[in-house]
């Protein structure tokens, strides 16, 4: 499964499960009992074209964390928009050292990044942004193509919780493809 060079991407959090059957494509990520924690639910498009209100964390209900312009560095060859991405991800899985180097060029070079992450060759995922110095692994047994992953870490962020966080969160996460 492919995703697409560039979308916008809508993370809303929830105190509880969110309802089924969530929209597709989207993921949730699971956070447990982390500070902060609950369910990320990731979706493509802007909250705006979907409903007005999604109600108040303090119910259970959903309500958005965070919009942003989610981009593939790997697909995209529009400057404007990688210029502009507040995620940039890799689409292809690489080995560890190559993703380091590839995170460091990718985060330094686009001034509008908040966060870069790419998925690894042999399992899990490496990011870079937030207050965390440099780079961060996460064994997150999430695969590939799952990319919506990516944004639910950059939403972690915006809450203002630390990407090494992830991992002692234990996250898991269902996925719920593109419809036919």
């Not at 494509?25 to 705006?48: E, K, M, N």
């Not at 991405?85 to 990718?106: F, I, K, M, N």
């Not at 985060?107 to 690894?120: E, M, T, Y």
Request: charged letters at 20%; glycine letters at 10%.
């Amino acid at each position: 499964m492919r995703w697409p060079a560039w979308c916008f991407v809508t993370v809303e959090w929830w105190a509880v499960a969110p309802p089924e059957p969530a929209p597709a494509p989207s993921l949730c990520l699971w956070t447990g009992r982390a500070p902060g924690g609950g369910v990320l639910l990731a979706r493509t498009g802007r909250a705006d074209t979907r409903r007005a209100d999604t109600g108040r964390a303090d119910t259970g209900r959903g309500r958005v964390l965070d919009e942003h312009l989610t981009v593939d560095a790997d697909a995209c060859a529009d400057a404007r928009r990688l210029d502009c991405a507040d995620v940039l991800c890799g689409s292809r899985p690489r080995p560890a050292a190559e993703a380091v180097r590839w995170l460091a060029e990718v985060g330094c070079a686009r001034p509008a990044c908040g966060l870069a992450a790419v998925p690894l060759a042999g399992g899990g995922w490496m990011a870079r942004g937030g207050t965390d110095p440099g780079v961060v692994a996460l064994p997150c047994q999430v695969p590939p193509q799952h990319w919506l992953f990516v944004s639910c870490l950059h939403a972690w962020l915006v809450a203002g919780l630390p990407l090494s966080a992830v991992v002692e969160a234990h996250p898991r996460f269902t996925y719920r493809p593109a419809l036919p």
